[in-house]
Every structure is written in structure tokens, then in C-alpha cells.
């Protein structure tokens, strides 16, 4: 098992969504059988991780992927038929299913959310990435068991902490 946030490229911004087009289950490999998004390849050991219902429902030979469209119910889908687990089957709630919900965990680890993040603003400025980073670095983090996109927050952390700054930029505006 490789540390998550040894590598910078696990740590990168995740990619702008792409526009969502349906596409019928099988179309094409790799895709998301209820939006049609193809999804990133994720160890299975996260999905074993995260599933709150009977690990017998997983096949270990499925290769999975995580779906991050966020308006899709479909969190974990893999390569065989009807292999799929929707939000609802998890233990916790998926950052990219509910990117601004202040509730929703981004940090997995030290258990960051936008509401907290926010909160360290209105006491005045955040250091949050930096201490994030500091934990990835001390090997305190563990997201590929918790992060249930199964690789490192950081990317996620720096674009929530983008726009909660917008949000305050443009209320100050105001
Ligand atoms: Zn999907």
C-alpha cells in the first residue's frame, strides 16, 4: 500500500466536470451506468472501506471506479454487470456529491468541512491547506481508507477554500 499523499499527482485540483450526456449502461468502458460519466479507477480496498451494507455484495474481481458527478446517486460502479453502490449504501456522505454542504466532510482525515473551513474565516483567515498538507506529510492522513474517492483531499480542501473566499469577497462587495 503506497502512502496517498506521498505524490503530488494524487494531490491535484480534480478536473472541471464534464458536461453530463446520459448514456445507457455498457456503452462504453469505464462509464457510469446512471450518468454516463466516466469515473476514476479506485483500489477496491475503499470501496470495502466505505460500503455500509454486506461486503458480500462486492465482487473482488469488479474493477471499480468513483463516480463524481454530483447530481448522480451512483458513488462506486464496477466493470460487471449490476455492480454498482449509490450514497445511500455508504457509511458517509460524499464530498462531490454535495460540494458546499456545510456538513459534508472535503478532509476525511482530520475531518475538514466547508462549514468548519467557513467558521475559521470568520475568526479571520484560514491555514487549513497548510495544516492539511502538514498531516500528508507526517504521514497522519489516511485517505486512501477514508477519502471515499480513495486518494488525498488536498485538491478538494484548496477549491472549497476558493470559494468560500469568493463567497466572502463578493458579500463584502455587497
Ligand atoms: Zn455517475
Do not use: W
Not at 43 to 53: E, W
Amino acid at each position: 500500500m503506497s502512502d496517498c499523499c506521498s505524490t503530488n499527482e494524487s494531490c491535484a485540483l480534480p478536473q472541471e466536470q464534464a458536461v453530463s450526456t446520459a448514456v445507457s449502461a455498457g456503452s462504453a468502458p469505464g462509464v457510469c451506468p446512471s450518468c454516463g460519466q466516466k469515473g476514476k479507477t479506485v483500489d477496491t480496498q475503499i470501496v470495502k472501506a466505505l460500503l455500509a451494507v454486506s461486503l458480500e455484495a462486492v465482487r473482488p474481481s469488479a474493477a471499480y471506479r468513483f463516480c463524481r458527478t454530483e447530481s448522480c446517486p451512483v458513488v462506486y460502479y464496477g466493470d460487471e454487470e449490476g455492480q454498482f453502490f449509490t450514497e445511500d449504501q455508504l457509511r458517509e456522505p460524499v464530498h462531490q456529491k454535495h460540494p458546499t454542504a456545510d456538513d459534508v466532510n472535503v478532509c476525511y482525515c482530520f475531518n475538514h468541512s466547508p462549514g468548519t473551513i467557513r467558521a475559521e474565516f470568520e475568526r479571520g483567515i484560514t491555514d487549513v491547506v497548510a495544516r492539511v498538507t502538514e498531516g500528508t506529510k507526517t504521514g497522519q492522513c489516511a485517505c486512501d481508507i477514508r477519502n471515499p474517492q480513495g486518494s488525498c483531499c488536498l485538491g478538494n480542501v484548496g477549491k472549497v477554500v476558493k470559494q468560500i473566499e469568493a463567497e466572502i469577497a463578493t458579500a463584502v462587495l455587497v
